[in-house]
């Protein structure tokens, strides 16, 4: 899983554009390169992509329907006997557990790191999603 802003944007806002990457055994499901584009607001589409898959995690619906803010990008995530699958509109791209999809939700959304100012009304959203999400991801010990 990989987040990324595009460059050549003014002061860091929580409206940048960027990108989502989504790689698996059996492909990868990107924003990047499309026609029309399917770039999103990446800060806003982190925080619903956590929030989002952090609810269905911890509950039991089989299918979560994520699509990115201001795109068309999309992913679809679904329970199936052996754990989770992960999808685009090409199908799908990872079979996984749900504790290594969050980890892999996780690092890409840490890695990330927006760099907004404290009076964006993103920058609050980022961090009580992070705050929230972290729980699912199994401890990290070095």
Do not use: C
């Amino acid at each position: 899983m990989q987040f990324t802003v595009r460059p050549g944007q003014s002061d860091a806002s929580g409206f940048d554009l960027g990108d989502m990457a989504v790689t698996g055994e059996h492909g990868t499901a990107d924003s990047a390169g499309h026609v029309p584009d399917q770039g999103m607001m990446i800060y806003l589409s982190v925080v619903q992509l956590l929030d989002s898959l952090g609810a269905f995690i911890r509950g039991d619906a089989r299918v979560l329907t994520f699509t990115g803010a201001d795109t068309s990008f999309g992913l679809v995530v679904r329970r199936t006997k052996d754990g989770l699958s992960v999808a685009d509109e090409n199908g799908v791209v990872a079979r996984t557990a749900a504790p290594e999809l969050a980890s892999a939700v996780l690092r890409a959304a840490e890695d990330l790191r927006p760099a907004l100012p404290p009076e964006d009304p993103v920058a609050s959203d980022w961090e009580t999603a992070l705050a929230a999400f972290r729980p699912l991801v199994p401890s990290r010990k070095g």
